[in-house]
């Protein structure tokens, strides 16, 4: 009895424990029920450690008889519940209508199986089969394994290069486009959203963007620490070989006054394969300037840092301005380059490595923002 009433003083000095198990607290009373401790008494002890709303003294009752039955487990019983109706058998006639037609609506599939309900049907496809809707996304061109192919190879040769030199490798490489701006370039999507109440009685509206005939074409050359080089192309000019080669005689010099160094110890050119970029008379005055040159696979705008990382924030930046000269629109685009944060530029060059690598897990194919 001295130990019981020891046992029980510890009980009330123990500090209040909060949010037991259910478990915890039935294996308390399995255990005093075995020391003969009476319920009235296991009740008060489990208030004084757990709280007044652990459990209610005819719960405690409960317990202790069905422990003095033989009962052993303090776990709820499992319950067995209404019987499921998706069966193996309907999710693969489900699977099967699907690989038929992926387009199909929960309407359509219905069709086929009108004595399953709409929501169940939803959750075979979703959760049993794991499908989801997703929408088409627009790329430049349907890739053929010859394409995939060179794009493999390219991203191989890329990050060969990368685990033999490693940050040594990314700090030489330049990169380089040419991309039109507009005098006027519409806001994106983003941009437009607006907050409205949801009693308003209709949505913010916008103009359809129209074909802009007004526009300048900048060639913008960079780095992982900032702008190099950039151009704007004169009206009435069209841009071949001979006025590519021009700027990249003017890049060089850029290369030469800004980066010191980076010429003697060689650079790594990425463009794309652009009739002018890949022309024998490029070709010529880029072995001059004695630059490594990766060669871009087709269609591959999501492996240039220019097409994927820095003209989609030069365009967000020019969304919902207009310029009225050349001169405006030049000064904007960059005024707007140079100020861009150097570490938005490494970004974008540390950005190939993880692209190249999905590259190459995707097989060749797209690879996603």
């Not at 990368?162 to 700090?171: A, I, N, P, S, V």
């Not at 005098?183 to 802009?212: A, F």
């Not at 990766?294 to 924030?313: E, M, V």
């Amino acid at each position: 009895m001295r130990s019981r009433y020891l046992f029980s003083q510890r009980f009330k000095m123990a500090a209040l424990i909060e949010n037991p198990a259910k478990c915890e607290i039935r294996s308390v009373i399995r255990f005093l029920n075995a020391q003969q401790v009476k319920p009235i008494e296991i009740y008060r002890q489990i208030k004084a450690v757990y709280g007044e709303d652990a459990m209610n003294e005819s719960s405690v009752r409960k317990w202790c008889i069905m422990f003095n039955q033989g009962r052993t487990n303090v776990h709820d019983e499992d319950r067995s519940g209404r019987p499921s109706l998706v069966t193996d058998e309907l999710k693969q006639k489900v699977e099967e209508k699907i690989l038929e037609n992926r387009r199909f609506t929960l309407t359509t599939l219905h069709d086929f199986f009108p004595q399953i309900s709409r929501s169940l049907l939803h959750e075979i496809v979703t959760d049993h089969l794991g499908y989801k809707k997703m929408c088409a996304r627009w790329v430049p061109k349907i890739l053929t394994d010859d394409h995939k192919a060179k794009r493999m190879g390219a991203a191989l040769e890329f990050l060969t290069q990368y685990d033999k030199d490693g940050d040594q490798f990314l700090d030489r490489i330049v990169t380089g486009d040419e991309t039109w701006v507009s005098y006027k370039t519409p806001e994106n999507k983003r941009q437009s959203m607006e907050w409205h109440h949801t009693n308003s009685p209709s949505r913010p509206k916008k103009e359809k963007p129209l074909l802009q005939t007004r526009k300048v074409m900048a060639t913008v050359f960079w780095d992982r620490k900032g702008l190099i080089h950039v151009d704007f192309m004169p009206r009435g000019e069209t841009i071949n070989s001979d006025v590519y080669c021009e700027t990249l005689q003017r890049l060089r010099r850029a290369i030469q006054n800004k980066r010191r160094g980076m010429l003697s110890a060689k650079v790594f050119f990425i463009h794309d394969n652009a009739r002018p970029h890949a022309s024998a008379r490029t070709r010529e005055e880029l072995h001059r300037l004695k630059w490594e040159i990766f060669g871009h696979p087709p269609y591959s705008p999501d492996l240039a840092p220019s097409d994927f990382h820095l003209f989609p924030k030069l365009k967000e930046f020019l969304g919902g301005k207009q310029f009225g000269n050349d001169d405006e629109l030049k000064e904007a685009v960059t005024t707007w380059l140079k100020s861009f944060a150097a570490d938005e530029y490494n970004d974008g060059i540390e950005k190939l490595v993880p692209r190249y690598n999905k590259c190459l897990d995707n097989n060749g194919d797209y690879v996603e923002k």
